[in-house]
């Protein structure tokens, strides 16, 4: 009896953190996303476009149909993938910028595994392509991660050269008489991948993958181990104060590597996961940038896992959204962009503000304080 | 593929040509990282410069030097923003740089639909100034004199900036509030304001680069057209370890891989011509890394100034 009642007890405490979290963790992006639409629709106004159709148009394009839900679906899948293994960075105090370059990796691991005909179960084949992107967004962290951890140099610039590597790399791989090519086409890109490494599609008729699915599980996964198991707390804590964790016994430079490599790991899987479920082969800049906007998703969301989905899913209904703005109001769709760099901005303009003036809130203050550390570095 | 003289005066003319907008960036972007700012957003920065050079262009019928001044001043705006980020509110400079990035992407992309709505449109090119029958002077005629005046201005510009940088008491100032902002507050000088400064003059150089982009022989604007150049000039001033001469060398040095890249493409050959256009990136790394002697950045790089807090 006493015991069901603990456990009562605990879960109730469990959910009620858990509540708070995403109350407390939302409302400054809100007011910044907010305040991007504000002054978007100041800048669609000056062109002489009424916004409340433009934004009408958006809502309409990302949500207002099965088709434009699949495809708010499929533009949020990478910057989840991606995002989660950005916002995991920032609590080991990693700011990972290299997104785009593991998305690169990844989906050519994916890609190498995708094309051999193994004879094999499609669950087993693309589980297997999976786990290649994974490996590939790995290896893609493995110098940043020793020269992180190992001799103290930033991981910023390191990540954020190796994205070039990274483009330049794929571009060798798709060009003919190399490894991934397919033969005797004017575009340099791989064959069709195997049917059997295909991410199988949710919705008949519309391009939705269970990448989706893939990337809500592993963010839940993330945040419960984050919070409630030692791993989550030892990297909050190399996050936080390095100095501590050494004095109570963390292999600190082990740890930061670990980090590293599982931060990129989920850039690969991302990467991953555009190949095996939308592209169906590899060719030159499919990602496109958007490993850089998962920065974004990740920061929007203060680096909590749980807010990386809804913020992801934020920027895809935005992407989605955006096309069908431009076809009924003629507001170009790279608005979006806009849209996206101006929440951002104004969500770093408005945190520090936070921190000044209302220092006494115990719990609240703790999250928005650790992820200002964890972004700085 | 056949080495002539011929052969080198064009690959080196082009890598002289390519260069210098980097160059222009690069060297500005010595002096935001030297008074302890990052500013990752150089390359919205450049774009931002190369669509207003462009516009202005286009919109006063061809005057060239109000184009110029117009693109400074676009990239001497967002880094406003970027210093009011990074310096008074003491926001993290990377996702300001960021965000900066993606919003220029955003502005040009629609601003230049808007501009040019069916067609591009070419404009006015920035003038050379040595007459053209001195253009078939072997070697130097096309590497030197065939180049537009903002090349040889990308070109003088480094040996201001080191001689600003090394031999006034500002330049003093500026690289001593990256390394020792809070000695600097103690000899009564404002670390704000000279934050404010190197950020700005980043802003205004990668503006300028931008129009040195568009201006010196396009002459027209497409979306993304620096792609990447502004952080090939941050990959530089690692490289330079940000003395702005040094940076310059490397910028030329980068310009020198990347022209031979594009010969290489069309001639063919065993090298995969990807390991050049990679060489700034992986050459980035290595001198992190400290394989390429000792790198030693700003101190206070990347860090929040705050005066409170010693």
Not at chain 1, 189 to 203: D, G, H, M, N, V
Not at chain 1, 284 to 292: E, M, N, Q, S
Not at chain 1, 310 to 321: D, I, V
Request: net charge positive; aromatic share 10%.
């Amino acid at each position: 009896m006493m015991k069901r009642e603990l456990v009562k007890s605990k879960m109730k405490s469990l959910w009620q953190t858990t509540l708070k979290d995403i109350v407390f963790t939302s409302a400054r992006p809100v007011y910044a996303i907010g305040l991007a639409f504000l002054v978007s629709a100041i800048m669609i106004g000056a062109s002489k476009v009424n916004p409340i159709t433009a934004y009408v148009a958006l809502f309409q394009g990302a949500f207002g149909s099965l088709a434009g839900l699949a495809n708010t679906c499929v533009r949020a899948t990478p910057l989840l993938l991606a995002g989660l293994g950005i916002a995991y960075g920032f609590k080991a105090g990693l700011l990972n910028i290299g997104a785009e370059g593991q998305m690169y990796a990844g989906g050519a691991a994916a890609t190498v595994v995708a094309l051999i005909p193994l004879p094999v179960p499609a669950f087993l084949h693309v589980t297997l392509a999976v786990l290649a992107g994974f490996a590939g967004g790995i290896i893609w962290g493995i110098i940043p991660g020793y020269l992180r951890a190992y001799r103290g140099v930033s991981e910023i610039v390191v990540t954020l050269m190796l994205n070039y590597v990274a483009i330049y790399l794929i571009n060798w791989l798709v060009e003919e008489p190399h490894p991934l090519a397919e033969l005797n086409t004017t575009f340099p890109q791989s064959p069709i991948i195997e049917k059997s490494a295909q991410l199988p599609i949710l919705i008949k008729y519309t391009s939705m993958h269970a990448g989706i699915i893939l990337g809500i599980v592993l963010g839940l996964i993330l945040y419960l181990l984050l919070r409630y198991t030692p791993f989550g707390f030892k990297t909050r804590m190399i996050g936080q104060n390095p100095e501590a964790a050494r004095y109570a016994g963390i292999r600190i430079k082990r740890q930061i590597l670990f980090a590293m490599l599982i931060s990129c790991g989920f850039g690969g899987l991302a990467g991953a996961s555009e190949v095996l479920g939308l592209k169906h082969r590899l060719f030159d800049y499919f990602v496109g940038g958007v490993g850089y906007e998962a920065i974004a998703v990740a920061l929007l969301a203060n680096g909590n896992a749980l807010g990386v989905i809804f913020s992801a899913f934020f920027f895809g209904a935005l992407k989605a959204g955006a096309n069908k703005m431009q076809i009924v109001s003629g507001i170009e769709s790279s608005m979006a962009l806009i849209v996206m760099a101006l929440a951002v901005l104004f969500v770093i303009a408005i945190g520090f503000g936070e921190r000044k003036f209302r220092p006494k809130r115990k719990k609240d203050k703790d999250s928005t304080e650790r992820g200002i550390k964890a972004y700085g570095d | 593929m056949e080495i002539s003289l011929g052969f080198i005066s064009d690959w080196l003319s082009a890598a002289v040509r390519q260069a210098a907008p980097v160059m222009l960036v690069g060297v500005g972007g010595v002096f935001t990282e030297r008074s302890g700012i990052l500013n990752i957003g150089l390359e919205g920065m450049m774009l931002m410069g190369a669509l207003t050079a462009v516009a202005a262009n286009f919109l006063t019928g061809g005057n060239v030097l109000v184009a110029t001044i117009c693109a400074m001043l676009a990239g001497g705006v967002l880094s406003v923003g970027h210093a009011y980020l990074t310096v008074t509110r003491r926001a993290n400079q990377i996702v300001s740089g960021l965000s900066i990035n993606f919003f220029a992407l955003g502005l040009t992309n629609v601003l230049i639909a808007r501009l040019f709505p069916t067609q591009r449109c070419r404009v006015a090119l920035y003038p050379v100034l040595v007459p053209e029958r001195l253009h078939d002077i072997p070697f130097i005629g096309p590497v030197i004199f065939s180049q537009s005046v903002i090349v040889w201005i990308a070109f003088v510009l480094p040996l201001i900036a080191a001689w600003v940088l090394y031999r006034t008491s500002w330049g003093l100032n500026i690289r001593a509030v990256g390394d020792h902002p809070h000695a600097v507050a103690t000899a009564g000088l404002s670390v704000i304001r000279l934050k404010y400064v190197g950020v700005i003059l980043s802003g205004m150089f990668a503006g300028l680069g931008g129009s040195a982009l568009v201006l010196s022989d396009l002459g027209y604007f497409v979306e993304n057209i620096t792609a990447g150049r502004g952080f090939i000039a941050l990959a530089a001033i690692i490289v330079g370890k940000w003395n702005p001469i040094w940076v310059a060398v490397v910028c030329l040095l980068f310009g020198v891989a990347d022209a031979f890249q594009l010969r290489l493409q069309t001639f063919g050959s065993a090298v995969p011509h990807q390991v050049l256009i990679m060489l700034p990136y992986l050459l980035t790394i290595a001198a992190l890394a400290g394989f390429v002697g000792r790198t030693v950045a700003p101190k206070t790089i990347n860090q929040p100034y705050d005066p409170e807090k010693i």
